[in-house]
């Protein structure tokens, strides 16, 4: 058996997640800046899931497990820091179902009202002293409702993988057949669906996953091929603050993808500015680290063609306002 055979989600579920997407989530553009090209000193190309329903890809794996559920499940349960949260919601109300979310009390507000705002019950957990995976499970057995995980779900990386199958068409359609592509992780659903796109339809793309400094638990755990776990901490990309690849998403990111980077806040702040400015894109801290890694860690892409995910944009406005002040464009921002 190969090792492929024997990952928890294959390309056939992706691509029955694709179909049940359709008319439902956004085909974001790659997009392209000159100015980016040139501080990078290759092409960067740019897929843009900030621009997706509930403004992040989230969506695409909340709608892909929500629709594969029975008819009778009457309500769902997620845990979130915000973008899983706001998708699980919008696609549990398309559904026609309820929703809980279990989100941390330090969340950025922006991502509290939006789950709201598409119906969602909210229960808020501390961080430090909570268990918010034991928390969920409690209230789903209590509800006899079914549990959604923002990535350890096979039909949420299959949606996610609907972002690779993107990738490679739009790719080749710019005749672009070889490129690193360096995609924002926290526990890997969506590195982990686009690579296992890729490996099937575009062989000449590798994924490489890209971290904060000091959260890189999956660089880590590649680097030595097991996982590694770390403290769980808040961050500035708070969208990507995980510490430790999921159990469903390890295998694959171990199969299929190429070494990880870790970028700093200061990178992410600059790349956040650099996206406004030349893509007019707004891009939360977590979904800036691969443009970030692009931009600033030329010396690790050895492709003439990179493209980055540019995952999320629910960013508080004075998160968003701090990156245009200091993100500092025209500064050196090299690692």
Not at 50 to 61: A, E, I, P, V
Request: hydrophobic residues 50%; glycine residues 10%; aromatic residues 4%.
């Amino acid at each position: 058996m190969s090792v492929t055979a024997a990952l928890p989600v294959d390309l056939a579920r992706i691509e029955a997640a694709a179909v049940r997407l359709a008319g439902r989530a956004r085909r974001t553009p790659l997009l392209n800046a000159p100015g980016l090209d040139r501080i990078a000193g290759r092409q960067v190309l740019v897929k843009a899931e900030c621009l997706q329903h509930t403004g992040s890809f989230k969506y695409r794996g909340a709608w892909a497990a929500l629709s594969a559920l029975p008819a009778d499940i009457r309500g769902v349960i997620a845990c979130s820091s915000g973008n899983h949260a706001q998708a699980v919601a919008r696609a549990a109300r398309q559904s026609g179902r309820h929703a809980l979310i279990v989100m941390p009390q330090d969340a950025p507000r922006i991502k509290i009202a939006h789950t709201r705002a598409h119906g969602a019950e909210i229960v808020f957990h501390d961080r430090a002293t909570q268990d918010r995976d034991a928390l969920a499970a409690s209230l789903a057995q209590e509800r006899g409702w079914a549990l959604i995980p923002p990535f350890d779900h096979a039909d949420v990386i299959a949606g996610q993988g609907s972002v690779g199958l993107e990738i490679a068409a739009q790719a080749q359609a710019l005749g672009v057949d070889e490129a690193q592509v360096l995609v924002c992780c926290g526990g890997g659903g969506l590195a982990s669906g686009i690579a296992l796109a890729l490996a099937a339809h575009a062989p000449g793309m590798r994924v490489h996953t890209v971290e904060p400094e000091g959260f890189d638990d999956v660089a880590q755990s590649l680097a030595q091929g097991r996982i590694v776990r770390l403290p769980q901490r808040t961050g500035f990309c708070d969208a990507i603050v995980t510490p430790a690849p999921g159990n469903m998403t390890w295998p694959i990111l171990r199969a299929h993808c190429g070494p990880g980077l870790a970028v700093s806040d200061a990178q992410v702040l600059a790349a956040m500015a650099l996206a406004f400015e030349h893509l007019k894109l707004v891009v939360e801290p977590g979904g800036a680290v691969a443009l970030a890694a692009a931009l600033f860690h030329g010396d690790r892409i050895a492709t003439e063609t990179v493209i980055v995910t540019a995952s999320g944009g629910n960013v508080d406005r004075a998160v968003f306002a701090r990156a245009l002040r200091e993100g500092a464009p025209d500064a050196d921002c090299g690692a």
